[in-house]
């Protein structure tokens, strides 16, 4: 028997019964609310100080259920102990301590709300299976559930207030629906980085990525040298990784930062691989390293055109989901030698002005240090015969001209700092940051002073 039917019943039973009005108003208040909502679960508060009052609805209430749909309730009167979870739902749902009112509350049955909960759950580690790897991995897995998690959310509360007026079966169906809608959303999406304010980049996962269509273009294959790309005598006017001392500073110079007057003039514009490497310049000539496809590249361009002049390239590549592809060092210059240490661990020495590779080491291999999360972000300090790199926490020092390893020096498990040279109470040394803080080594064998 369906609910109309049993309610027909129920109204022509009770027509030939006395009761009081109040019974009579409440107990056909809840009947109406549990028909309309095919509810199978109820609060029933009445305000109301007698007991016999409450039984007398309840009775009523038994009756209605006799007829064939089962459900189940809670009664509440005034006079009974105070319950805040009961006076925290009446504010919710909008009742006031009349007297002479009978309020129902309709907390959802138990499958809806830990079911709900359980399946939310179940369906953010599900999704996971078939988003897009920048999404899927960034910090594993966490970027996805902070984003889902709100959407995911707001999808069930808008369920909730939409679905009330349909029966247990098609609404339990549609929750399932809007659950697993809210989250397989996410396979749409790709992660293309962090902004500066620790947002994420969200880009269509079927639509080109820059470095893709930077490929497309194949615009930057170096030309023949030429007079003007041949680097100045002068020497080297910022030889890498926050210049010459490292400290950011450029020195006898002095640039106008009023921009009204003395606008930046914009000179030419040339795409790029990925990465995060700064550059180093020598005379008409700047280095950089970038990511192009499977190949890590070493890149030198002309400073006046920015036309490529030549480049070097590693079969290797290094990506992360929330920084991206490509190395992340800054090349170092040095007696005519550039120095670029990729984000997998190569150490190139390359001619400066030709590319042509002079050694070459896989620090990784030779530190016996993993490729940490972030990738080798250190940038090689030239000092006398040798220049030295950081792996993650351990400090690797080579020849300048025959790359044979100096030393190894170890200090904690995890870092992206590049070494510092120091003098300190007259001696010189080497100082790296690293997990365990702050290290300080000799230049002759690494040893911890």
Known sequence: MDLTNILERFDDERRHLEFPDIIREATDSVVRHISRYSTQSAIVYSSHETEELIEAISDQLDYFRSLGHDFEWKTYSHNLPRDHALRNARSHA???????????????????RFGG?????????????????????????????????????????????????LDNGLRR??????????????ALFRMDGMTGGDGAIFEWRWTETHEERLLALGSNKPTALSSLQTPAETGTAWSGFRGPHRDGVIHDSRIDIDLTTSAPVDLWHRPVGPGWSSFAVRGNLFYTQEQRGDAEIVACYNLTTGKPVWSHSDKTRFWEAIGGAGPRATPTLSDGIAYAFGGTGILNALDASNGQVVWSRNVAADTYVEVPTWGFSSSPLVVDDIVIVAAAATL???????????????????GYSSPHLATIDGVRQILLMSSAGVSSVSLTDGAQL
Not at 95 to 103: A, H, K
Request: hydrophobic share 55%; proline share 2%.
């Open 94 to 112: 909008g009742l006031v301590g009349d007297r002479r009112m009978v309020g129902i509350l309709q907390p959802g049955s138990r499958i809806e």
């Open 173 to 186: 169906a549609t929750m399932i629906a809007t659950i697993l809608l809210a989250c397989s959303v996410w």
């Open 117 to 165: 909960v359980l399946l939310m759950i179940a369906a953010l580690f599900a999704t996971r299976l078939i988003l897009h790897e920048s999404l899927g991995t960034a910090m594993n897995g966490l970027i996805f559930v902070m984003y889902a998690t709100p959407l995911l959310s707001l999808a069930f509360v808008v369920w909730a207030a939409t679905s009330r007026s």
């Open 396 to 414: 690797a020092a080579y020849d300048i001209v025959s790359g044979d390893q100096k030393w190894v020096a170890t200090n904690g498990n995890g």
